[in-house]
């Protein structure tokens, strides 16, 4: 008998119908109906499977005998297609395992990213493509960083130089509590990104002049003093974006 044949037999025997079968198999109706005319044949997977569901090996499925083990000890057939799927499914679980991890590198580098385009400090923090940095700005006004402010709870927002060049600024927003006594005071943070590790309340006397220099080019930027060499659209970054790398001093001209 043919395969076309024993697999109707089989399927007649177990008291399965076509779509019966086709549903254990996950497979068609129309599937199990070429296999049975002869237009086509299982892969191997479905063969093992079939071998299973009525319990006779492959040999006997395929050829309607069992093919004895040679005297070299070879595997017989269905032992390599045995070991041929059990090796696929394996192939199988290693790929999905490694799309995995690719998509959740891919995931956890998109969330890195949006922490630090959008400024959200609780994701800098753990970024490790970010280092800390020291920046320095103008401690702003008493009402505006004072914790009674119930709008702002002490929180304040301000641009911080982060270099002598004046040309990488970052937008941090913090809390410093209100100023001890410092005459002309600046604040210095320790930051990683914008996640604000450390800030302390400085007299200027503390602090490199450049940076002062960085902070008053800024100042007269942004609020149009002096003659300035930019325009509307170069002024709407100030305000959109959170890391800026700008050579300040060279857009403003006294």
Known sequence: ????????TLRRQSNLTQEALAQKLHVTRQTVSTWET???????ETLHALSQLFNISLEKLLFNEEIAMKKNKEPSLATQIDHDVKLKSRYRRWTFGLGSLIVLALVSIGILCLGYYKGIGTIDRFDPFLSYKVGYTKLPSEKEISPNNKATNGYWTAWFTDNTMGNEWTKLTLTTGLNPGVKDPYVMAYHKGSYVKVARIVPRTYINQTYVSNLAALDALLNHKGNTATNNHDLKKYKTQIHISDTVQQLVTE
């Open 1 to 8: 008998m043919s395969f076309k044949d024993d697999i109707k």
């Open 38 to 44: 002869g237009k086509n044949m299982p892969s191997l």
